[in-house]
């Protein structure tokens, strides 16, 4: 209504200025002229409509100001009329104007109010002057008695005009009422469909990316932003390689096959999202229509296969393991019977015989080495059947302290290796394996510390929050691996340090034991991060009296301090 206001003040004011012109052009050299009566029309127009400026930014309801705004303009019109010559003013057409201008703002009853009052207005300054009751406006003379029949001829028709105009009027604001009623209607659909495909769109778990022909980023989902990394103020406009680097050839295949219209391809690729990680995305492409059919970019759906890949891999990894495990098993039983009987041969003919140096020195290099093979036949056998696991309640900081403890004073250290340590304040208690657990950190320690030959970085941290898994960190900044490297980490017989290659194995089949997981990243030449999560539920907490209490009773510990140590 504020908006029609405006506009109806705006077209009040161009037609008087065109009225102006106009006269202005045609009036040249004529005796009579309507400009001097016209331009104080204008000039009281220019000052009312100043005044409904002002008032449209009060409260006053926009329909009273409509109300008053046209009533005001049949006033002026009807004094315009009456001082351009009543039924024979030219001015009249004017009222013809302001009825339809009435359908704008009101219904069927305003305008009857208005055309009515625009009808009797007229009627009463006609006949007032035709009937000699009021004397014409200056300049005009009175009506001749043989001029009475056509003047009021003129005058039944110029009323019947304005009254064939409100009906014409009425008829139009209704279907002007009509009409907009549909149109907020089919508006308010059209946004609610559009509000529920983005919703639909932001709901899905899918990532979904648009792009237009040219391959750069239109519009990207939340589950996008979520998966990739990439917030869609940072890609839009940008080539979809950004986000999965080179996939031309995939899109051309995917597009090739609708138009062959064969089964839609699914394709698998890797990439990295935003912050660096690597990410495995099962993707498909098609492409972005209009109404008229006509392809106006791409739609590219994708989900998040990592943790799918990741178990795939685990299970063709226990496969693996399984076979070898056993086959370890059986080598493990059949060597070390004639081993022990080797040795035990060995040292009778040592003691027996008069051997010299040099085959004494033999004789020592024989028992070495068979006691060398015998301790790789046992950890082929805690690989393939480990100890049963003995629960006990343990302290994991105090664990891991005695562990680097223990790495300081190994040869293997040098003054260029530098160790960081980071625990819990509080001590962290588990039902576990101590034994076990000793063994995991030891191995993880000493492969960080193997991983860097020429010293480096070890940072070991614990994370413990209340509730939650513990995990426990080895990060070294040593030559890290490559990814077939990464992926036979824990296979037997896998080492790049010239040891029998079960450490490893060892420690995913006891982290295993523990119903944890061990997670890897790594990358070659940039160091790599092992951690070992076990799960909440073997977390155990003590009550002031120092007996073990329910872990579901636990309270909110403090943040970790973080304490640090170089060699």
Same mark, same amino acid.
């Given at each position: 209504?504020?908006?029609?206001?405006?506009?109806?003040?705006?077209?009040?004011?161009?037609?008087?200025?065109?009225?102006?012109?106009?006269?202005?052009?045609?009036?040249?050299?004529?005796?009579?002229?309507?400009?001097?009566?016209?331009?104080?029309?204008?000039?009281?127009?220019?000052?009312?409509?100043?005044?409904?400026?002002?008032?449209?930014?009060?409260?006053?309801?926009?329909?009273?100001?409509?109300?008053?705004?046209?009533?005001?303009?049949?006033?002026?019109?009807?004094?315009?009329?009456?001082?351009?010559?009543?039924?024979?003013?030219?001015?009249?057409?004017?009222?013809?104007?302001?009825?339809?201008?009435?359908?704008?703002?009101?219904?069927?009853?305003?305008?009857?109010?208005?055309?009515?009052?625009?009808?009797?207005?007229?009627?009463?300054?006609?006949?007032?002057?035709?009937?000699?009751?009021?004397?014409?406006?200056?300049?005009?003379?009175?009506?001749?008695?043989?001029?009475?029949?056509?003047? @009021?001829?003129?005058?039944?028709?110029?009323?019947?005009?304005?009254?064939?105009?409100?009906?014409?009027?009425?008829?139009?604001?209704?279907?002007?009422?009509?009409?907009?009623?549909?149109?907020?209607?089919?508006?308010? @659909?059209?946004?609610?469909?559009?509000?529920?495909?983005?919703?639909?769109?932001?709901?899905?778990?899918?990532?979904? #990316?648009?792009?237009?022909?040219?391959? &750069?980023?239109?519009?990207?989902?939340?589950?996008?932003?979520?998966?990739?990394?990439?917030?869609?103020?940072?890609?839009?406009?940008?080539?979809?390689?950004?986000?999965?680097?080179?996939?031309?050839?995939?899109?051309?295949?995917?597009?090739?096959?609708?138009?062959?219209?064969?089964?839609?391809?699914?394709?698998?690729?890797?990439?990295?999202?935003?912050?660096?990680?690597?990410?495995?995305?099962?993707?498909?492409?098609?492409?972005?229509?209009?109404?008229?059919?006509?392809?106006?970019?791409?739609?590219?759906?994708?989900?998040?296969?990592?943790?799918?890949?990741?178990?795939?891999?685990?299970?063709?990894?226990?496969?693996?393991?399984?076979?070898?495990?056993?086959?370890?098993?059986?080598?493990?039983?059949?060597?070390?019977?004639? =081993?022990?009987?080797?040795?035990?041969?060995?040292?009778?003919?040592?003691?027996?015989?008069?051997?010299?140096?040099?085959?004494?020195?033999?004789?020592?290099? #024989?028992?070495? @080495?068979?006691?060398?093979?015998? &301790?790789?036949?046992?950890?082929?056998?805690?690989?393939?059947?480990?100890?049963?696991?003995? &629960?006990?309640? #343990?302290? =994991?900081?105090?664990?891991?302290?005695?562990?680097?403890? =223990?790495?300081?004073?190994?040869?293997?250290?040098?003054?260029?290796?530098? #160790?960081?340590?980071?625990?819990?304040?509080?001590?962290?208690?588990?039902?576990?394996?101590?034994?076990?657990?000793?063994?995991?950190?030891?191995?993880?320690?000493?492969?960080?510390?193997?991983?860097?030959?020429?010293?480096?970085?070890?940072?070991?941290?614990?994370?413990?929050?209340?509730?939650?898994?513990?995990?426990?960190?080895?990060?070294?900044?040593?030559?890290?691996?490559?990814?077939?490297?990464?992926? &036979?980490?824990?296979?037997?017989?896998?080492?790049?340090?010239?040891?029998?290659?079960?450490?490893?194995?060892?420690?995913?089949?006891?982290?295993?034991?523990?119903?944890?997981?061990?997670?890897?990243?790594?990358?070659?030449?940039?160091?790599?991060?092992?951690?070992?999560?076990?799960?909440?539920?073997?977390?155990?907490?003590?009550?002031?009296?120092?007996?073990?209490?329910?872990?579901?009773?636990?309270?909110?510990?403090?943040?970790?301090?973080?304490?640090?140590?170089?060699?």
């Amino acid at each position: 209504m504020r908006r029609k206001i405006q506009w109806l003040m705006i077209s009040r004011l161009a037609i008087m200025g065109a009225l102006l012109v106009a006269l202005g052009l045609i009036e040249q050299g004529t005796v009579r002229s309507f400009i001097p009566v016209l331009a104080i029309g204008s000039t009281f127009v220019i000052v009312v409509s100043a005044i409904h400026f002002l008032i449209l930014r009060t409260r006053i309801p926009y329909l009273v100001q409509g109300y008053v705004q046209l009533s005001l303009d049949i006033l002026i019109v009807t004094w315009l009329v009456y001082h351009t010559g009543d039924v024979e003013s030219p001015f009249l057409a004017l009222y013809l104007l302001i009825i339809p201008a009435a359908s704008m703002l009101f219904g069927r009853m305003g305008i009857s109010w208005l055309g009515s009052f625009a009808g009797v207005l007229y009627a009463g300054t006609s006949l007032l002057t035709i009937s000699g009751m009021i004397a014409r406006a200056e300049g005009w003379p009175l009506y001749e008695a043989n001029a009475i029949a056509r003047i @009021e001829f003129f005058f039944a028709l110029n009323l019947m005009a304005i009254f064939a105009v409100v009906v014409l009027s009425c008829q139009l604001a209704e279907r002007m009422r009509r009409s907009e009623s549909q149109l907020a209607t089919a508006t308010r @659909e059209l946004a609610d469909n559009r509000l529920f495909n983005d919703r639909v769109i932001e709901s899905m778990r899918s990532g979904l #990316v648009t792009t237009d022909l040219q391959g &750069r980023v239109r519009t990207i989902n939340r589950a996008a932003e979520e998966i990739t990394g990439y917030k869609a103020q940072d890609v839009r406009g940008k080539s979809v390689e950004t986000i999965f680097g080179d996939i031309e050839k995939q899109i051309e295949v995917g597009l090739e096959s609708i138009r062959t219209r064969s089964r839609l391809p699914r394709f698998d690729i890797g990439c990295r999202t935003a912050d660096g990680r690597d990410l495995h995305l099962g993707f498909s492409v098609a492409p972005l229509v209009d109404e008229a059919d006509r392809s106006g970019g791409y739609v590219l759906t994708f989900q998040d296969l990592t943790e799918v890949m990741e178990l795939e891999r685990e299970v063709r990894r226990q496969e693996r393991l399984a076979a070898l495990g056993k086959m370890a098993a059986g080598l493990a039983h059949e060597i070390r019977n004639p =081993l022990a009987s080797m040795r035990g041969s060995v040292q009778v003919l040592a003691s027996e015989l008069d051997l010299s140096p040099d085959q004494s020195q033999l004789m020592d290099i #024989v028992l070495r @080495e068979s006691d060398r093979l015998n &301790r790789i036949v046992s950890d082929f056998l805690t690989y393939a059947r480990p100890p049963r696991t003995e &629960r006990a309640l #343990v302290e =994991l900081s105090s664990i891991l302290s005695e562990t680097i403890a =223990l790495l300081r004073n190994s040869p293997e250290l040098t003054p260029a290796h530098h #160790v960081l340590e980071q625990y819990p304040e509080d001590p962290v208690h588990y039902n576990g394996d101590p034994n076990q657990i000793r063994q995991i950190f030891w191995n993880l320690a000493r492969n960080a510390i193997q991983a860097m030959p020429f010293g480096g970085e070890l940072r070991v941290t614990l994370e413990a929050d209340p509730g939650s898994e513990v995990t426990i960190t080895f990060s070294d900044s040593g030559k890290g691996m490559s990814c077939e490297q990464k992926e &036979r980490l824990f296979e037997p017989f896998n080492s790049s340090s010239g040891g029998t290659g079960l450490g490893m194995a060892i420690v995913y089949q006891l982290v295993r034991d523990h119903n944890g997981k061990i997670l890897v990243e790594s990358e070659a030449g940039k160091g790599t991060q092992i951690s070992i999560k076990l799960p909440a539920s073997g977390r155990v907490t003590r009550d002031e009296s120092g007996l073990p209490s329910d872990p579901d009773s636990m309270h909110d510990a403090p943040s970790p301090v973080a304490v640090a140590s170089s060699i």
